[in-house]
Nanobody, 128 residues
Framework: QVQLVESGGGLVQAGGSLRLSCAAS????????MGWFRQAPGKEREFVAT????????DYADSVKGRFTISRDNAKSTVYLQMDSLKPEDTAVYYC?????????????????????WGQGTQVTVSS
């Protein structure tokens, strides 16, 4: 079992920045790959970013490449999502998730179904 708690969401103007955090507890954090997904009202949950167990490999959705950065601190059992140059279309509930798929140098596929544990989500609202 892995418990995940997100924080750091809020309201920001377009062009601004936010940093989301996801604190994990339970089984060894370093044995899971971590991902961020988001879901806007009326839309399906979509992949945002993922990071391998040791943090060496990352992958991003095309819509956030160059603007968002995923990182992790295994000593603190925490994964982060730094979001810069935010746009109104980034408005969504953001979820972190943990997956046993992948390894130190392999990230999971960019689909929600391979993730085993999910946080409760944190709202990000970007005003124009």
């Amino acid at each position: 079992q892995v418990q995940l708690v997100e924080s750091g969401g809020g309201l920001v103007q377009a062009g601004g920045s936010l940093r989301l955090s996801c604190a994990a507890s339970g089984r060894s954090f370093s044995s899971v790959a971590m991902g961020w997904f988001r879901q806007a009202p009326g839309k399906e949950r979509e992949f945002v970013a993922t990071i391998s167990q040791n943090g060496v490999r990352t992958d991003y959705a095309d819509s956030v490449k160059g603007r968002f950065t995923i990182s992790r601190d295994n000593a603190k059992s925490t994964v982060y999502l730094q979001m810069d140059s935010l746009k109104p279309e980034d408005t969504a509930v953001y979820y972190c998730a943990a997956s046993y798929t992948g390894g130190d140098f392999v990230v999971p596929p960019a689909v929600w179904s391979v993730y085993d544990y999910w946080g409760q989500g944190t709202q990000v609202t970007v005003s124009s």
